[in-house]
């Protein structure tokens, strides 16, 4: 992600730029102490993110981020302050912020927000996307509900094929899963349910051991994490890798599988099973 800060005290400037090159979180393309110039700078680059004093020479970072909002930029706005009091915070929070930081600056509480604010950058564009082809190509007409069920089993077989998975032994085993998750998910009544349910469901079912069908399983979203890890490396504003890396898996993971890949990370993503699952269903019912 591409930053800018505008805060009039040097060394906090320094320290938040530190943090981001440290961590991996992106790159500062600007920074500014002043918040009457700082509107200008905001338009020019455009910034992914923007760190924000509340007390800035010139006007203030509330009335700076009331500016910003009136544009069309697509920015996310994270305030930071030594204000504790509650009717400041809940002014900042009504003119548009992401996250309130508190001063003194905690590195960890930094990383935190700036990854939360990343991961709901990505869902948005993920959404976005969808709306856009949904709008583009118009919604199907209504089917019967095998004709459906034909319809969605499908779309599951082409992100397979898309995510590099098709030919995986676990693939059967996900689309099967997927079945058991649609089933209590869909509907009025939202069911809860753990994994060692569905694998033990599909053991019975299938006259296969649970530990055998859950490496499959593990083994095949692995590989996809890496395939979309590798569509990312390849293109980072693909359209397959935007949609894949937030709807099934979290993206800080697939950030660390393209380190790895790379060579400059020790150990691989982690894959969450029922976020891929899920995710699948969600893409596939679209």
Known sequence: ????????????????????????????????????????????????????????????????????????LDTSFIMVSESTSQPMITKAYQTGIDFYIHKPINVLEIVSVIRRVEESRRLRAVMSLISQTTAKYGSPPARPAEADDNTKKNRINRMFSELGIIGEAGAKNIHQLIQQVDSRVTGDEHQAYQLHELYNELSQAIGQDVKTIEQRVRRAIAKAMQNVANMGIEDYHNDKFEVYSGALFDFKEIRQEMAFIQGKGTYHGKINIKKFLEGLLFLADE
């Open 1 to 72: 992600m591409r930053f800018i800060i505008i805060e009039d005290d040097v060394s906090v400037r320094k320290i938040i730029s530190n943090i981001i090159n440290k961590y991996q979180l992106g790159t500062v393309v600007a920074e500014c102490g002043d918040g009457l110039k700082a509107e200008a700078f905001i338009t020019e680059y455009a910034p992914d993110v923007a760190l924000i004093d509340m007390l800035l020479p010139g006007q203030d970072g509330v009335e700076l981020i009331r500016k910003m909002r009136d544009n069309t």
